[in-house]
């Protein structure tokens, strides 16, 4: 069975003070491991796919890495609007995504 | 840009009533899913759906829920009989691809109280 942990559960920073996000998964034969955004009472916003390990991607102020064990999203100079709660999931040997639990990220001005 | 849209954004019903959750997938999209999150939970997978068929479902898409792609456009999620413990969010996503890869694009989810 797909798991996926991540912590902390919650992180309040503050305006630019950088900090990473961790995601540990146990899966069956990676197939993608997916980093989302979610707001309050919103839908998931996708944000990356990572297929390997060592594979990086970035957008804006964020960055996704990952290893054979986890993932982690480092958020540098973060502002106020990068307040939400951030998801990981991952797709293994059965197609569906497996989400974790979510970080609850706070960004204080 | 393309998104997913969801109607209705929040439906009441009493225990026992049918509900059906509508969903309009990214146009180009061929496979759609189900996802549902009970408030406070994580996002739990419910149905994969391609080529007008199943592809893949969970322990929790019993018999009382169903999906159809009715026409070109639209992808529902039925709830025949709905009980207190499926109140939650329901979300409906597409991708252009299915299987090995594909980004996932999600709806901004109906939600759904049963009293």
């Known amino acids: 069975e797909d798991q996926v942990t991540q912590s902390p559960e919650a992180l309040r920073l503050q305006e630019g003070e950088s900090s990473s996000l961790n995601c540990s998964y146990t899966v069956s034969g990676l197939r993608g491991l997916f980093w989302y955004r979610q707001d309050p009472g919103k839908g998931p916003e996708f944000l990356f796919t990572l297929y390997s390990a060592g594979e990086e991607k970035e957008k804006e102020r964020l960055k996704a890495t990952l290893t054979k064990k986890e993932s982690f999203l480092h958020i540098t100079a973060p502002k106020p609007e990068d307040s939400a709660t951030y998801l990981c999931a991952v797709r293994g040997s059965a197609r569906q995504l497996t989400f974790g639990s979510g970080t609850q990220l706070t960004v204080l001005p | 840009e393309p998104e997913v849209t969801q109607t209705p954004s929040h439906q009441v019903t009493q225990m026992g009533q049918e509900v059906i959750l509508r969903c309009v997938p990214i146009s180009n999209h061929l496979y759609f899913y189900w996802y549902r999150q009970i408030l406070g939970q994580k996002v739990e997978f419910l149905v994969s759906?391609?080529?007008?068929?199943?592809?893949?479902k969970s322990e929790i898409f019993d018999d009382q829920f169903s999906v159809e792609r009715p026409d070109g456009s639209n992808f529902t999620l039925k709830i025949r009989s709905t009980k207190l413990e499926d109140s939650a969010m329901y979300f409906c996503?597409?991708?252009?691809?299915?299987?090995?890869?594909?980004?996932?694009?999600f709806g901004e989810g109906s939600r759904l109280t049963v009293l």
């Open positions: 759906f391609y080529n007008n068929e199943i592809s893949e």
């Open positions: 996503a597409s991708s252009v691809q299915g299987g090995n890869t594909g980004e996932l694009f």
